[in-house]
């Protein structure tokens, strides 16, 4: 079983970038899709970004889409979400998910972090 623990979220002005990581123990790693989900008070988790199990394959919500990068280290047991040009409505906690497979849905997810949170200023 793989466990998740995120890292790297805080205040940051819109425009700026934040880097989030995620670090995962357990020798399956590897084997696991991996996504990130954000959830902002009164709302429902949704899907930001995914990568395949071998990251050749990414996959991003629209309203992220040339902004966001995700991306896997295999060898350190990691995967990072790089956010740039962060606007406001980006204030979430930010979770990392393992999956099966590349999936956007969060209930297909199978091991889920304790999140991290996001703030933008306006």
């Known amino acids: 079983q793989v466990q998740l623990v995120e890292s790297g979220g805080g205040l940051v002005q819109a425009g700026g970038s934040l880097r989030l990581s995620c670090a995962a123990s357990?020798?399956?790693?590897?084997?696991?899709?991996m996504g990130w989900f954000r959830q902002a008070p009164g709302k429902e988790r949704e899907f930001v970004a995914a990568i395949n199990w071998n990251g050749d394959r990414t996959y991003y919500t629209d309203s992220v889409q040339g902004r966001f990068t995700i991306s896997r280290d295999d060898a350190a047991n990691t995967v990072a979400l790089q956010m740039n040009s962060l606007k406001p409505e980006a204030t979430a906690v930010y979770y990392c998910?393992?999956?099966?497979?590349?999936?956007?849905?969060?209930?297909?997810?199978?091991?889920w972090g304790q999140g991290t949170q996001v703030t933008v200023s306006s």
């Open positions: 357990g020798r399956t790693f590897s084997s696991y899709a």
């Open positions: 998910a393992a999956a099966e497979y590349q999936t956007a849905a969060p209930r297909e997810c199978i091991r």
